[in-house]
């Protein structure tokens, strides 16, 4: 039986498939009811090479909740900011599953703007 769990799932394990083969560096993008986090991986060496999340304390100054689009920008930012700083300049969007839509959209602007590219 096939709950919406199993069925995000199932499309972020074929959205992972294609990224693999264009080997750029992903940025995964995971959300709760109360938090979103942000990670860029290197598939070729298994290796996170850096994250962000609305747990930072940065970012937890800034904001009041973390699980809306506001603090979805903000770790967008960051995200950005940290893989620009380590010569990150293309990368492949990693939805994990999750519509296009709300947080994991505006996170997505957020990155766009901060100068990354997907």
Request: glycine share 8%; no cysteine; net charge positive.
């Amino acid at each position: 039986m096939m709950n919406s769990k199993n069925k995000r799932l199932r499309r972020s394990k074929r959205t992972r498939a294609i990224i693999a083969n264009l080997g750029l560096i992903r940025l995964s993008v995971h959300k709760s009811n109360s938090h979103i986090y942000a990670q860029l991986i290197d598939d070729k060496n298994n290796k996170v090479i850096t994250s962000a999340s609305t747990l930072e304390p940065e970012i937890k100054d800034e904001i009041n909740s973390g699980g809306n689009t506001k603090a979805a920008v903000f770790v967008g930012k960051r995200i950005a900011d940290k893989g620009i700083k380590l010569g990150i300049t293309r990368i492949a969007f990693d939805r994990s599953g999750y519509k296009y839509h709300g947080r994991v959209r505006a996170l997505a602007d957020a990155v766009r703007e901060s100068g990354l590219k997907f």
